[in-house]
C-alpha cells in the first residue's frame, strides 16, 4: 500500500508553544526528566526534515507551586517569577536538545547576558535560517501577558507558517476533557467559531494577534510521540484552527 504521507513537510519554519505544566510528567511540580527527553528527540525528528523550529515553552510547571505559597503578592511582582520559570524550562530543553548533539540558541525577552541572547527580531530570524533551534524564554518581557501572548508574538515576529501549541490534550475540546468525559473534539473549526463558543484555545491577546494575521494553529499532545513529525507533514493531528 502507497504510504499516505507527503514526501516534504508543508510548512518551512514552525513556532512550537510547549506547556510548562506537561513537564511536570507524573509528579507534583518540577521537571520529569523522562518527559523532557521525549520531547526533545521528538523535536529532534523535526528538525531532522529541514525545519526551521522556534520554540516559547510556559512555566506553569514551577511558577504554579510558587504562587500557592505567595498568595496576595502583586500581579506585576508574580509575572516577573513566571518569566523566570519560563527561563528554567527554557535551559533545561536547551541542555536536552544540546545532548542529541542539535545546535540551538537561548533568547531572552528580559536581560540574562550570562545564560541567553537578547531578543532581536533579525538575529533569532538568521539563527533560524542557518538550521537552529531558536528558544524565546522570558514571556514579552513585560507582565500581564502570557506566555500564549509571547508565542503569538514571536511567531509573527520571525514570519512562521503555523503555531503549535504542544498541551496535555489532544486538541480542543467543548469543555476541559479532563475533567468532563463527553466533551466534543473539534477536529477542525474556523477561528470566529472558537471566539462564539468561548472556547480555550489560547488567551485572548494571544489569538487577536493570530486573527488578524490568520495565523494557522494546530493544537495537539505534546507527550503523543511523532505528533510534532506529523503536523509538519500535512497529517491530521489534534485540532486544526483556521480562518476562512
Known amino acids: 500500500m502507497q504510504d499516505s ?15 510548562g505544566e506537561a513537564l511536570l510528567g507524573e509528579q507534583a511540580f518540577g ?45 506585576a511582582h508574580g509575572d516577573y517569577m513566571g518569566m523566570l520559570a519560563t527561563m528554567i524550562n527554557a535551559m533545561a530543553l536547551q541542555d536536552a536538545l544540546e545532548q542529541l548533539h542539535l545546535e540551538t540558541r537561548l533568547l531572552s525577552s528580559i536581560k540574562m547576558e550570562e545564560i541567553a541572547e537578547p531578543f532581536i527580531r533579525r538575529r533569532a530570524i538568521r539563527h533560524l535560517e542557518k538550521g537552529r533551534i531558536v528558544i524565546f524564554g522570558g514571556g514579552t518581557g513585560n ?12 511567531a509573527l515576529e520571525i514570519d512562521a507558517d503555523v503555531v503549535v501549541k504542544a ?18 473534539h ?33 493544537v495537539c499532545n505534546v507527550n503523543e510521540p511523532g505528533n510534532l513529525q ?12 483556521h480562518w476562512d
Open 5 to 19: 504521507q507527503p514526501k516534504q513537510p508543508i510548512y518551512k519554519r514552525v513556532l512550537v508553544k510547549l506547556s
Open 31 to 75: 521537571i520529569d526528566s523522562k518527559v523532557l527527553s521525549a520531547w526533545a528527540e521528538d523535536l529532534q525528528k523535526v528538525v531532522q526534515n529541514g525545519i526551521e523550529l522556534a520554540i516559547v515553552i510556559g512555566g506553569g510547571n514551577i511558577s504554579r507551586g510558587v504562587m500557592t505559597t505567595a498568595r496576595g503578592m502583586t500581579r
Open 143 to 154: 507582565p500581564y501577558f502570557t506566555t500564549d501572548t509571547a508565542a503569538a508574538l514571536r
Open 167 to 184: 498541551t496535555r490534550v489532544d486538541g480542543i475540546y467543548s469543555a476541559d476533557p479532563e475533567l468532563h468525559e463527553k466533551a466534543e
Open 186 to 218: 473539534f477536529a477542525q473549526i474556523a477561528g470566529h467559531e472558537v471566539i462564539r463558543q468561548g472556547l480555550k484555545v489560547m488567551d485572548k491577546t494571544a489569538f487577536t494577534l493570530l486573527e488578524e494575521s490568520k495565523m494557522p494553529i494546530v
Open 230 to 241: 506529523r503536523i509538519v507533514f500535512g497529517e491530521k493531528v489534534g485540532s486544526y484552527v
